[in-house]
């Protein structure tokens, strides 16, 4: 990271969104406990985890399934702020990131918790060392308003191999997945944390641009965002093969909180 302008403060008033993850149980008021449930079914897309005095512990647990048996390896728990679908068979749906032909397996109700068209974002995270694991956080089109708003703004995605004691690699930018008005730019930033610690990534988008940012310093300042709702989505992904031993499971994540504006947010 060569940058070294700093990201504006966070906005005084107090956060749409916000979550330290305190309680036993997860906020259904914040959060769903699903991977994009409607391109599979329920039993692949549930996510596991658990609390810790940290906050809330994404797992990757043995006998977990595929989230779709034909995109074998890839085992997923995520948490998103919101969910749309269309009709079993049809091709509407949020995140339509694949190019094969995702179809509606369970139709899913409409749920936006939270899904602003411009804001802020602040997640701070400890991200997997396990084998064959990366943990990401991205802003992504609902596409419940318009099957055009596809986009979006990744803040950050990490391989485990990625991470250093001093140093760790990760991706970022945008990605116009089907979006027209959208370039995808994504590039690959060394940051000077040890991801396996928490740290806070934070996006700001809206039409005055769109910043990533990693513990308070700009990395990457790309062009303004379409206006149109996005939801945020905190994945931890097996993306190998299952490892050999039952013995190094769970692969974990840990998710510390998460702060988020709705709004024109100014950016740094």
């Known amino acids: 990271m060569t940058s070294t302008a700093r990201l504006p403060e966070a906005p005084a008033r107090k956060p749409d969104l916000e979550d330290d993850f305190a309680t036993s149980t997860l906020r259904t008021d914040n959060w769903v406990d699903h991977y994009l449930p409607h391109w599979t079914t329920p039993e692949r897309s549930l996510a596991r985890y658990d609390f810790a005095p940290a906050g809330l512990r994404l797992r990757i647990d043995a006998d977990q399934l595929d989230w779709r048996e034909e995109d074998a390896p890839l085992r997923v728990s995520n948490l998103q702020t919101g969910v749309f679908s269309g009709p079993v068979g049809s091709g509407r749906g949020t995140h339509r990131h694949r190019p094969d032909g995702l179809v509606v397996r369970t139709p899913t109700p409409e749920r936006m918790l939270w ?33 055009k708003d596809t986009g979006e703004v990744c803040l950050f995605e990490i391989d485990a191999e990625g991470v250093g004691d001093t140093r760790s690699r990760a991706r970022c930018g945008v990605k116009a997945h089907s979006d027209a008005r959208l370039t995808t730019d994504m590039a690959e930033v060394t940051v000077p944390v040890d991801a396996s610690k928490p740290h806070t990534w934070t996006a700001i988008w809206g039409p005055r641009g769109t910043v990533i940012g990693c513990e308070g310093v700009v990395v990457r300042r790309l062009p303004p965002f379409p206006g149109y709702p996005l939801l945020l989505m905190i994945d931890l992904f097996e993306v190998a093969p299952p490892s050999d031993s039952d013995a190094l499971y769970p692969k974990t994540a840990h998710v510390h909180s998460v702060r988020g504006w709705t709004g024109d947010v100014v950016s740094a």
């Open 115 to 147: 899904a602003p068209a411009a804001g802020r974002v602040d997640v701070t995270v400890s991200v997997s060392v396990d084998e064959g694991c990366m943990l990401a956080a991205w802003l992504v089109g609902s596409e419940h308003l318009s099957e």
